[in-house]
């Protein structure tokens, strides 16, 4: 990690330095590194005179020029192509540097995590089934974990634990740097799910400038193409700057490949400046090269910036298993620690002969010799020797060598971890890449605004903002969607108005029919939203958990969105419809009035169904019992005076039966014979425009607090 802009003693508090300090000296360090770089027996090879002679000419040109910014694009240069070389020819002992401004610095430690679930099982007295028992160990920066075991073993369950997305009660504590988790935890740490859910109509750098933007407070005045600069350098630290304008893809748009994709997400927790980063299975799905190719990537991007990277992975291939630094194996029934450190020493673990108590089997006879045999992949042996009920298996017997042989070490190693005094909590390290980064050429004539203590990296109107224009920006690419709301609205009021044609000159009650028909096509438009609601609700789930935003910011943008065009549509459907019904247009105005209202509070319906239904089959099951009560109790199809006394509850609550009431006495309540007769026989009252305001206002904050509530609770991980 370089400590430019910060000062370090272990005796010492942290003394924060100004960028004016560094400026005399930032050239000569600037040039001190890419020498160092050049010269490191650790890097990869120049391959030719031509190469060396191209890195001289670019030193010779740091030297001749005085634009910092090319220094510093001179010296990422250079550390991008070794880059692209050593991730085409990567092996377990190619040594790699740390780039200049890595912003790594943190490790992570867990003392006895363990985790179960109610049961009633006989063989659990305390009805509790346990899936994973303590577990301790440490993850310290810079280093590439694999956490390998066969199935049911609580691989996934420990990452959770570890991200802190694990919704369900557990045992044990998580430290970072030594210190307990705090409400910043997730602003230094990024999740790499095992799918990757991103709109499929947004860009490889929309992708990546998202999280850029909601991860980090930038100032206000600071120009666009400086912002670009940042994104790019994160795009070619993975090798995605050739695909930046690709779409992401998905089932209805061509995009990138699955590779690609996993790289796109670990660049948006690179581009934040992640320090430890969770990876959820990042090869499944993956060709054999594209595995490799992923995991290559995150070893590169581990050493380079110093992050740690932390992932569960099943059997991989020998090439990819070797290129990670620790190995965190458990068994299963229930998941248990059976090795916790170095990749590279686990094979002198398992080489060792072991007799099995009680008498010969033919099976087994004398001692059995646990070395991993010539030509075999280790893992895979590993993983053979621990699984239970597999073949010459025996899980206990390496649970027990853990026990003997580890465990002691490593509960003094994650004591250790959690007495040191000197590491740096999520706030100081917050601080520490803001300084960092204070120091670029960018930012010194726009300095970046403080750190915040706040769970959200930004304020809530920028949250609302950023996200408003990724809505905008699909909606425009979406080239049937914002077409097909009006065109099925047009539909709609054709057929409508040609039912109700001449309405206008018929008594009032079949106009009455008109005016019912409309609020309720005005209430259950909404429901074709939902769709895209349960669609966007995966890919808020991922990105909240993430601190990308509130909840509160992604409702108010998706009602906004949703409302205008649902408005729109309901607009184009009314003036259809009601010039061919031959009604007075000066009740148009009063009939789009109570729509409206009809519009918003229906919205609230279809928003709260969306957040709990798996999908739109299930949304649509939800949503019946509510829509039979709103719908056929709303005062036309079922009257007041017919209704069942103990069901008038279902009339009040509907707010259907509201409006239809206020716009019957906004439009008939005229004072003649005909208007009295069709207000008196419905049993409306007027004067009640303040109560049906009050209801839907009512029914509208109901479903979108528990909507709230309920996307606070589904949380990625359960």
């Known amino acids: 990690m370089s400590d430019v802009g910060v000062k370090m003693n272990t005796t010492e508090p942290l003394v924060w330095t100004s960028p004016e300090e560094h400026a005399a000296d930032e050239s000569k360090e600037i040039e001190g590194k890419v020498l160092e770089h050049a010269e490191s027996p650790g890097r990869m090879p120049l391959k030719s005179e031509q190469q060396r002679k191209d890195m001289m000419e670019d030193l010779e040109r740091l030297h001749s020029t005085d634009s910092d910014v090319e220094k510093l694009q001179l010296l990422n240069k250079q550390f991008l192509e070794d880059a692209n070389e050593v991730l085409k020819t990567m092996t377990p002992e190619t040594v790699i540097p740390k780039h200049p401004f890595a912003h790594g610095c943190s490790g992570i430690t867990f003392k006895d995590l363990a985790f179960s679930v109610p049961t009633t099982e006989k063989e659990y007295p305390d009805g509790m089934k346990p899936i994973l028992t303590a577990c301790s160990g440490h993850c310290s920066p810079g280093s590439l974990v694999a956490i390998m075991g066969p199935s049911g073993c609580g691989k996934s369950t420990l990452l959770d634990m570890l991200a802190d997305t694990k919704t369900a009660p557990y045992n044990g504590e998580v430290f970072f740097n030594g210190k307990p988790r705090d409400e910043l935890y997730h602003r230094v740490t990024a999740y790499v799910p095992q799918e990757d859910v991103m709109p499929g109509a947004w860009t490889v750098y929309e992708a990546v400038a998202f999280n850029m933007m909601l991860k980090q407070q930038w100032p206000k005045e600071m120009p666009l193409e400086m912002i670009e600069r940042v994104v790019n350098f ?89 290129l990670f630094d620790d190995l965190i194996l458990l068994t299963s029934r229930p998941g248990r620690l059976v090795y916790n450190g170095p990749m590279k020493d686990a094979a002198a673990h398992w080489e060792h002969y072991w007799t099995p108590p009680g008498p010969e ?55 250790d971890e959690i007495a040191k005094t000197d590491g740096l909590d999520a706030y100081a390290v917050l601080m520490r890449i803001r300084e960092q980064r204070s120091i670029l050429p960018v930012f010194k004539d726009h300095p970046l605004p403080e750190v915040v203590r706040t769970p959200l990296s930004v304020p809530f109107n920028t949250q609302v903002s950023v996200l408003l224009q990724r809505k905008l920006a699909l909606l425009k690419r979406d080239k049937k969607g ?237």
């Open 482 to 718: 914002p077409m097909v709301g009006p065109m099925t609205a047009a539909i709609t009021g054709f057929i409508v108005g040609i039912a109700y044609q001449g309405v206008g000159n018929e008594v009032y009650v079949f106009q009455m029919g008109y005016c019912m028909f409309v609020l309720l096509i005005g209430g259950m438009g909404g429901m074709n939203i939902m769709p895209a609601l349960i669609t966007e609700r995966r890919i808020m789930l991922r990105e909240t958990s993430s601190a990308l935003y509130s909840n509160w910011a992604h409702v108010l943008v998706s009602v906004t969105i949703n409302t205008l065009l649902s408005f729109v549509g309901l607009l184009v459907m009314t003036i259809i419809s009601f010039s061919l019904t031959e009604m007075k247009w000066e009740h148009y105005p009063l009939l789009m009035k109570w729509c409206f209202v009809m519009v918003l509070t229906y919205d609230g319906l279809w928003g709260l169904v969306s957040t709990y239904a798996e999908d739109i089959t299930q949304a649509q099951m939800m949503s019946m019992p509510a829509l039979m009560i709103f719908n056929i109790y709303n005062g036309f199809m079922v009257r007041k005076a017919v209704c069942p006394v103990f069901m008038l509850w279902a009339m009040y609550s509907s707010p259907c039966f509201w409006c239809l009431e206020a716009m019957a006495c906004d439009i008939y309540d005229d004072g003649t014979t005909q208007g009295n007769a069709l207000i008196s026989e419905f049993g409306f009252v007027c004067g009640r425009e303040y109560t049906t305001f009050a209801v839907c206002l009512s029914i509208m904050t109901i479903t979108r607090c528990i909507q709230i509530y309920g996307l606070g609770k589904s949380q990625i991980a359960k």
């Open 234 to 322: 994160q795009l070619q630290n993975v090798g995605l700057d050739k695909v930046k304008d690709s779409y992401i893809g998905d089932d209805d748009i061509r995009g990138i490949s699955g590779g690609q994709r996993r790289r796109v997400t670990l660049a948006r927790g690179l581009t934040v400046g992640a320090q430890v980063i969770f990876a959820d299975e990042p090869t499944s799905g993956l060709s054999a090269t594209d595995a490799e190719t992923c995991v290559k990537t995150m070893r590169l991007q581990a050493k380079l910036m110093n992050v740690c990277i932390i992932v569960v992975i099943h059997q991989p291939r020998i090439e990819v298993a070797e």
């Open 361 to 415: 089997t033919p099976s087994h006879k004398g001692a059995i010799n646990f070395a991993v045999p010539e030509f075999v992949n280790a893992t895979d042996h590993f993983l053979d020797t621990v699984t239970p009920n597999f073949p010459g298996a025996y899980p206990d017997h390496f649970v027990e060598l853990y026990e003997d042989t580890c465990r002691a070490a490593i509960a003094a190693k994650v004591e």
